[in-house]
């Protein structure tokens, strides 16, 4: 039997969970038929376990170690991914990306995409590489898990759901039609080879600001990642644009009355973008 204890990891006797959890009232503990769904089990609750087991006491039963992916640790990498843009698909799109290290801020990276025809999906696969391509950087042995947060459902679902089951068909999808972005799926397949990764969504990480603060306690992790309303009315207030000015605040004070509506600060960033674009102030947008 496989059994995981929450927030504490995998073990594979009854007797060493016992043993672990001895002299603790609110011990939990569930029971598993595979070690995959112990592990899966754990991934639900946010927890990753670690590669390498060790042996119990007595010498013949193991013991997977899982942490919680929230934390610093020397065992995973943690980043958190973001994408924006105006006009997706068509020419003289605006989009950038960026992929944030909350445990490590030097390696956090942002870029505009020099595409002719970039999207918002392509940027959101571009802020996912970044994090791969840094994860190999730091550990070519890919002996470290590597857990990517992002709002982007399609992503996320693509990974999840798709990726494997495309690239084993060619890159075609069941009605025979070929998949797009494959340049960066390919990317994404390779890159992921031999390293644990965990996709996780993300929906309050449309603030930009707060799923960090949130999720780690620390003020300023995802500042310079967030584009609010606010942020471009302070822009156009520094230009003199004060037509932008009155249509950002219209804006602004109509989403502070939905605030319960998931999505509403991401929607409001994009039609306050369109709207400085509209008249024309394009140093606002940027």
């Known amino acids: 039997d496989w059994s995981t204890l929450d927030h504490f990891g995998i073990f594979t006797s009854r007797h060493c969970v016992r043993e672990s959890t001895s002299g603790f009232s609110d011990a939990r503990w569930e029971t598993f038929s595979t070690f995959d769904e112990a592990e899966k089990h754990l991934r639900l609750v946010g927890m990753i376990v670690c590669r390498y087991g060790l042996q119990c006491h007595d010498g013949t039963h193991r013991i997977w170690n899982a942490y919680d992916v929230m934390h610093a640790s020397d065992n995973v990498i943690v980043a958190f ?97 070929p998949v797009k972005n494959r340049d960066l799926m390919e990317q994404l397949v390779d890159l992921s080879e031999g390293r644990d990764v965990m996709y996780r969504l993300e929906e309050a990480l449309v603030d930009g600001q707060v799923i960090v603060e949130e999720s780690y306690g620390t003020s300023g992790h995802g500042r310079e990642f967030a584009v609010t309303p606010t942020t471009i009315m302070d822009a156009a207030a520094v230009h003199g644009h004060l037509d932008v000015l009155q249509f950002l605040h219209d804006l602004d004070q109509s989403v502070k009355l939905h605030r319960s509506e998931r999505g509403r600060k991401l929607e409001a960033t994009r039609v306050a973008m369109d709207g400085a674009a509209e008249r024309g102030h394009l140093e606002i947008v940027k």
């Open 81 to 177: 991914c973001r994408s924006n843009s105006l006009w997706s698909g068509r020419r003289g799109l605006t989009a950038a990306f960026a992929c944030q290290f909350p445990h490590h801020r030097d390696w956090n990276v942002k870029e505009a995409l020099d595409e002719a025809h970039a999207t918002s999906l392509r940027a959101d696969y571009y802020a996912a590489l970044a994090a791969l391509k840094r994860a190999d950087r730091v550990d070519p042995q890919k002996h470290k898990a590597l857990v990517i947060f992002s709002d982007a459902e399609e992503l996320i679902y693509t990974v999840r759901m798709w990726l494997s089951t495309w690239s084993r068909n060619g890159w075609r999808k069941s009605d025979g039609s």
